[in-house]
């Protein structure tokens, strides 16, 4: 089994910065695709940046220049910089993975649990 644990959420300024973090434990041969997303009340989870395994990177437009995804292969961990924070960007955060368990197997994706992000003053 695969667990992805979330951490770096809270509560920061208009302006202010968060790192969220997430890393995958478990039975883990590779990991292609790492992503954050994020689902405001009553909308749909969104794309909020996505890199490959070989660090190709892609973002939504909206965080573009704001946003920086990253990750730690060696450590199973992908972050996501988020400097000059709007209230706009207030809602809850999740990673997923695209993991493969062996060799030979077929890659699955996990989702970590989500953690809240809130912009205010």
Do not use: H
Request: hydrophobic fraction near 30%; include cysteine.
């Amino acid at each position: 089994q695969v667990q992805l644990v979330e951490s770096g959420g809270g509560l920061v300024q208009p302006g202010g910065s968060l790192r969220l973090s997430c890393s995958a434990s478990g039975r883990i041969f590779s990991i292609n695709r790492m992503g954050w997303y994020r689902q405001a009340p009553g909308n749909e989870r969104e794309l909020v940046a996505s890199i490959t395994r070989g660090g190709l990177t892609n973002y939504v437009e909206s965080v573009k220049g704001r946003f920086t995804i990253s990750r730690d292969n060696a450590k199973n961990t992908v972050y996501l910089q988020m400097n000059s924070l709007k209230t706009e960007d207030t809602t809850v955060y999740y990673c997923k993975m695209n993991i493969k368990g062996g060799a030979s197997e077929y890659a699955v994706d996990y989702w970590g649990q989500g953690t809240q992000v809130t912009v205010s003053s």
